[in-house]
């Protein structure tokens, strides 16, 4: 069974920043897309930003410049760097990958639990 867990949610000071990541395990035979989504109360659940296997990027514009996504192959794992947070930042944080698991078929689309980011003084 394949999962994704995150790691390193919290609570920060405005301009502050933190480092989230989420590893994959299991049964995985490739991952294609890796991605952070967030949802603040209230609100759907948005794309931050993802990467492609050969380290493409893409990010939404409220997050372009301040937060940088990158991953680590040989460790299925993906990392979101976040710096200058503001408020407008608070929500929860889920990690999204597209896997190839070694029992075959087709690619899913996994989720981890989400952590929390909570930017307040």
């Known amino acids: 069974q394949v999962r994704l867990v995150e790691s390193g949610g919290g609570l920060v000071p405005p301009g502050g920043s933190l480092r989230l990541s989420c590893v994959a395990s299991?049964?995985?035979?490739?991952?294609?897309?890796m991605g952070w989504y967030r949802q603040a109360p209230g609100e759907e659940r948005d794309l931050v930003a993802r990467i492609t296997e050969d380290d493409s990027t893409n990010y939404s514009g409220s997050v372009k410049g301040r937060f940088t996504i990158s991953r680590d192959n040989a460790k299925n794992t993906v990392y979101l760097q976040m710096n200058s947070l503001n408020p407008e930042d608070t929500a929860v944080y889920y990690c999204?990958?597209?896997?190839?698991?070694?029992?075959?078929?087709?690619?899913?689309?996994?989720w981890g639990q989400g952590t929390q980011v909570t930017v307040s003084s």
């Open positions: 299991g049964r995985i035979f490739s991952i294609g897309y």
């Open positions: 999204h990958a597209d896997i190839l698991s070694r029992n075959g078929g087709t690619v899913h689309s996994y």
